[in-house]
């Protein structure tokens, strides 16, 4: 009597068991995903994806689901870049993006004008003279004229990387004794970093315009460079350089010029 009871029970569980087992064969859902990694020049762009602010540049954003998407760089000072972009499951994609500055229109204003007509009793004596009310025009205009700077050397840029002796100033492919940076070569930008106790610092002017003060803060390590742009250097010993050049579509010579 006791064994049919064991028996009974012991049906009733296998069969809850059963039930249980049936409810959860119905599987998870889950979406595909990529990988995307987002570079901007200069850095810190904010980065919109379908319209979504994510994160700043230079990042990786994981969990993006595979499919189109519209990514957005947006910088203050900078036109926004815009590009579209298709994830692929378990892939990783790239965006490389150089900000063009925006164009600011300056309007200027002409001063007014008082006629001033000299009358006597016998008539009008002299004909009408134009008197600027404001002696900002009357005032001599001093135009500073552009130096040209002494160049310590230039080098070529070759297709992908190099490393770059600023003191010689020398390139090549091995890190030699006395390399203060290495060279990335993107297309239209370099991407620079500096080694070997050497520091860098971004500086928005052309190479021309370049003083010493303006190199005095150079401690980062990583930098890029754009045409007609210029990048401070500061080597391991004390001494600074700038570098830089101008080219039309990419990279091909790299002009520099000792500031000490």
């Not at 203050?76 to 229109?105: C, P, S």
């Not at 203060?180 to 520091?199: E, F, P, Q, V, W």
Request: proline fraction near 5%; glycine fraction near 4%.
């Amino acid at each position: 009597m006791i064994n049919k009871k064991y028996l009974f029970l012991l049906l009733i569980i296998v069969i809850i068991s059963c039930s249980n087992l049936d409810s959860s064969e119905t599987p998870i859902q889950s979406t595909a995903t990529g990988i995307l990694e987002v570079e901007s020049y200069p850095e810190g762009a904010q980065i919109y994806v379908d319209g979504e602010l994510k994160e700043s540049a230079p990042t990786t954003l994981y969990n993006i689901p595979a499919t189109s998407h519209n990514v957005i760089l947006r910088k203050e000072g900078f036109e926004d870049f815009q590009t579209t972009v298709i994830i692929q499951a378990g892939r990783i994609e790239e965006i490389k993006a150089t900000l063009e500055e925006e164009i600011v229109i300056v309007t200027t204003t002409i001063p007014d004008v008082e006629i001033i007509i000299e009358e006597t009793d016998e008539g009008i004596l002299d004909e009408p003279k134009e008197e600027v009310i404001t002696d900002e025009l009357n005032q001599d205009t001093d135009i500073p004229t552009e130096e040209t700077p002494t160049l310590q050397g230039n080098i070529e840029i070759p297709e992908f990387f190099e490393y770059i002796d600023v003191n010689k100033p020398s390139a090549s492919t091995f890190n030699e004794v006395g390399t203060d940076l290495l060279s990335k070569n993107y297309g239209d930008y370099l991407h620079i970093t500096a080694i070997n106790n050497a520091n860098i610092l971004n500086v928005d002017k052309p190479l021309t315009a370049i003083e010493s003060s303006d190199c005095i803060n150079s401690q980062s390590i990583i930098g890029s460079l754009t045409s007609n742009k210029a990048l401070c250097v500061k080597t391991s010993d004390g001494k600074l350089y700038a570098i830089g050049g101008v080219w039309d579509e990419k990279p091909d010579t790299l002009l520099v010029v000792p500031l000490d």
